[in-house]
């Protein structure tokens, strides 16, 4: 079957269904997949990859001493972790991180550094292909992923540590899973002062936005719910005010792309003020807006305007004389972020604003990732999309296996 097919066309607007939002049985009906299910484990996944990463032996990670610089290998969510790992190590990481998405691993890798070969289903190509290299140029390796796979056994083939990683489909839903032991392993490697406090308390976070993110209440009283309703129709751009808050852009916007099947404009805010803030100025920004009423109420606009919707995303969780990892105090970015709000406004465009609560960085990055990813997924649903499933994911694999 065409996966078109029963929809209005490539060209036309997919019917959508906000109603549905508010009803519990009908959202998990079309969620058959249980994305819902598995997005709200995300608190469990921290206790339960902590847990399994302890179980591992990583202590010769460390024997060597200090590596060169620290590679974490992978694709999409795999390599998101890299990103994860880079941004809590922070900028006074005493080596540099590394999030490498290209099959294989760059040219000056060799004995000297550390390789993290990251897959959730043991069987990327990109993490297969990152560990066969490492081990061949003698590189500290580890391997993170399901158990009983192809990366498996490479791991045990180069006598390298590999910290299992219970199988969940689709790889998005584990972001957390496979965070913690790239986390844990940065720790033995000394770029990371994480602690079982910090996993605790994001894992507490995680499963209070689960709960406030739930199907069984309605819109009005879930944030995950009212962002849904916030972004519907519209062209989401996703800008975060500091490296940290850059990384749960990024990561909104893959799961925009794959839950509701939206296109996401996602990064630093830093660049948007080096030109992408001239959106704002554009078709679907301004002047899609001109000559609207800013106060009416949203559900008596014209359905058939696609306009912009800014979602900012604020970490405020720096103190003022710590710098950033681009070497900007984080005074200066929250400057910055006050500054897009006020041009979006000026324009007409829609702002939804997320600020990081918590103390840690992980905690406060889990903030700004866990109501974003619940909003993707009742977006999807409010269209009719089971959010598991992504038809055209899986025609890419077919069609690029050998």
Known sequence: MNPLEGTAGVRGHREIDLSLLDDAAALERNDPGGMLRATASAGAQVRESAALAAETDLSALADEGRPRAVVVAGVGTAARTGDILETV???????????????????????????????????????????????????????????????????????????PVPRRAPARASLWGL???????????????????????????????????????????????????????????????????????????????????????????????????????????????????????????????TRLRLVLLRDGGLAEDEEEADGEPSAVEEKRAEAVQQLAERRGVRVSLITAEGGSALERLASLVAVPDFASIYLGLAHGFDPMAVPAVSEMKELVSP
């Not at 991180?97 to 691993?105: E, F, M, T």
């Not at 004995?111 to 500290?140: H, K």
């Not at 989401?236 to 852009?249: D, E, K, R």
Request: with cysteine; proline share 6%; glycine share 10%.
């Open 89 to 163: 190590a922070g900028p006074r990481c005493p080596v540099p991180v590394l999030a490498h998405r290209s099959a294989g691993i760059p040219g000056w890798v060799g004995a000297a550094d550390v390789v993290i070969a990251v897959s959730a289903s043991g069987r990327s190509p990109e993490a297969l292909a990152a560990a066969e290299a490492a081990g061949r140029r003698g590189a500290r390796l580890v391997a993170i992923g399901a158990p009983d796979t192809q990366l498996h056994a490479l791991a045990d083939r180069f006598r390298a540590p590999f910290i």
């Open 179 to 305: 965070a913690v032991p790239v986390l844990l392993a940065g720790r033995q490697l000394g770029l990371v002062k994480v602690n079982e406090a910090d996993f605790a308390e994001t894992a507490a976070r995680l499963d209070a936005d689960a709960d406030r993110c739930r199907m069984t209440l309605e819109s009005f009283v879930n944030p995950g719910k009212s962002l849904a309703l916030d972004l519907a129709r519209s062209v989401p751009i996703v800008w975060g005010s500091s490296p940290l808050a850059n990384v749960a852009a990024r990561r909104f916007g893959d799961v925009l792309a794959a839950n509701a099947r939206y296109p996401a404009v996602a990064g630093a805010l830093g660049e948007a003020g080096r030109g992408r803030v001239g959106l704002l100025d554009g078709v679907y920004g301004g002047l899609a807006e001109a000559g609207r009423d800013i106060f009416a109420d949203p559900a008596d606009e014209d359905e058939s305007v």
